[in-house]
């Protein structure tokens, strides 16, 4: 896993690490790690041309030590000040080293090989003013590699919120730990690839706020010698209607690709017959119009059920999302589903493993929340959902993130934009839906089942590399799974 803690405990870590070091060793090992990183960018450190973007923080020292280093190894080091003045020591350290200081920030920004910004530290909150707004924007327009120190300037580092201009960087160096800003859109998104610089915060770490997993830690349950169908699960899924059909093909596919021992499907007779055609191994049961908690008698035993993809959300679906929840197994509610628990909320009260797959519109519906505002601040709505509905919230999007109250956000690290399109959904569910059949626990089976869906969609998307990406439906999702969690260790 990568973990990754929010400001306030970063800041009581370096506190706690600083009274037993002597006085700018942590400044020192940020800086070389730091230099370290943007050497190896360049072709050849010798007569590169490097600009710091410094701010009066430690960020800024950071990137001022840094400098010093790469200019003792011979690069043409520029600094350009911002505002307040520059961390003392460490413009000694650039002086001394043969860098300089200039106001002529423009073109030397443009021509530049390598620029660092050290313009704010991980304590900045709000949009970046003048002239912290300006550098930002040139920086991230100049031709040169961009590196952020610590974080791009601009970005909130606890949350990942942009308010105006920020940087854009090509490489991110972060220290001591990761920030959730780093993780989760829209910050992400400006921070490139992430490299993270051991300063020794390890021991005064506590607990994790965020954590993204790497392929070791996704483990769906593999079967063993005395498996069946059975023992791998069996996922019931109420899905379609006649008006949406396609939704249960592909939410019976998700199932199936996600390791289900068997699927028991069940809709009215159109989206039925659908999937018997699409899905011939899936067992299917066809529900009278009004049907309730007797079609789930009839459609069997099943240890997990899935319920609302084009399900409709008149009386019908409403008494179908009720049955579900009223069991005591697991349930995934998505899509259609969703609309109705924003009217009967009530009926998350339940004992069993409850997940939720909304994305920021139904889960705006779901808790009262403008879309917008869940959008700029998702990890705060995303734990909040979680308290509220007392549930495990999958929030769709960007950066798709899962909470459970009193545990780590999950971000999954393997999205891509291309997952933007019908029907992609309908395959998250079916596949989150297997994996709880299969028995995992409700956290782990939606963050594993995002980051299965996420890594079929690249695979998709560029199955053949040098060639670019190519648009994708959902279908080709669910051809990739298979691929996906071959993939895994």
């Not at 020794?200 to 593999?222: I, T």
């Not at 993130?401 to 971000?411: H, N, Q, S, T």
Request: aromatic share 2%.
């Amino acid at each position: 896993m990568r973990f990754a803690h929010e400001v306030g405990k970063v800041r009581a870590a370096e506190r706690a690490l600083m009274a037993r070091v002597p006085e700018g060793t942590l400044m020192q090992r940020a800086a070389a790690g730091l230099a370290s990183v943007c050497a190896g960018l360049l072709p050849a450190v010798y007569g590169a041309r490097v600009v710091l973007l410094v701010g009066g923080g430690d960020n800024g020292g950071d990137a001022l030590h840094a400098g010093a280093r790469l200019a003792r190894r011979g690069a043409r080091v520029t600094a350009v000040q911002a505002g307040s003045s520059p961390h003392q020591g460490g413009a000694a350290a650039l002086r001394a080293a043969g860098g300089r200081f200039t106001d002529e920030h423009d073109d030397v920004i443009a021509a530049a090989d390598l620029i660092i910004d050290g313009l704010t530290g991980i304590g900045g909150t709000g949009g970046l003013r003048e002239p912290h707004a300006r550098l930002a924007a040139l920086a991230s327009e100049a031709p040169g590699i961009v590196v952020a120190c610590d974080l791009p300037s601009g970005v909130d580092a606890s949350t990942g919120r942009v308010d105006g201009v920020a940087v854009r960087a090509d490489v991110t160096v972060t220290f001591g730990t990761h920030k959730p800003g780093l993780l989760i859109d829209p910050g992400a998104s400006r921070c490139g690839a992430v490299e993270l610089v051991d300063i020794g915060l390890g021991a005064d770490l506590p607990d994790p706020d965020v954590v993204a997993a790497r392929p070791v830690d996704v483990r769906p349950p593999e079967p063993g010698p005395e498996s069946d169908k059975y023992r791998r699960g069996v996922a019931g899924i109420l899905a379609g209607g006649d008006e949406f059909t396609g939704a249960a093909v592909l939410c019976a596919g998700g199932a199936l690709r996600g390791g289900a021992g068997m699927v028991r499907f069940a809709s009215v007779a159109h989206p039925v017959e659908l999937v018997r055609h699409r899905w011939p191994e899936a067992v299917t049961t066809v529900a009278e119009r009004g049907e309730g908690g007797k079609l789930l008698e009839r459609v069997g035993r099943v240890q997990a059920w899935v319920v609302g993809p084009g399900l409709g959300t008149d009386d019908a679906a409403e008494r179908l999302v009720a049955a579900a929840l009223s069991t005591d197994l697991p349930v995934l509610v998505d899509a259609d589903g969703l609309t109705v628990l924003a009217r009967r909320r009530d009926l998350l009260r339940r004992a069993a493993p409850t997940v939720l797959t909304p994305h920021a519109g139904e889960l705006a519906r779901l808790i009262g929340a403008d879309r917008e505002v869940i959008e700029a601040r998702r990890l705060e709505h995303v734990r909040r959902a979680a308290t509220e509905l007392q549930a495990t919230v999958l929030l769709k999007g960007s950066t798709t993130l899962i909470a459970e109250e009193d545990r780590p956000v999950r971000v999954n690290p393997t999205g891509t934009p291309r997952l933007a399109t019908a029907g992609t959904g309908d395959v998250l569910a079916g596949l989150i839906g297997a994996l709880l059949a299969n028995g995992m626990p409700a956290l782990d089976a939606a963050a594993a089942g995002a980051y299965l869906h996420g890594l079929a969609a690249r695979l998709a998307t560029a199955p053949h590399l040098g060639t670019g990406e190519a648009p994708i439906t959902a279908d080709d999702v669910l051809e990739a799974l298979p691929a996906a969690f071959r993939t895994l260790p």
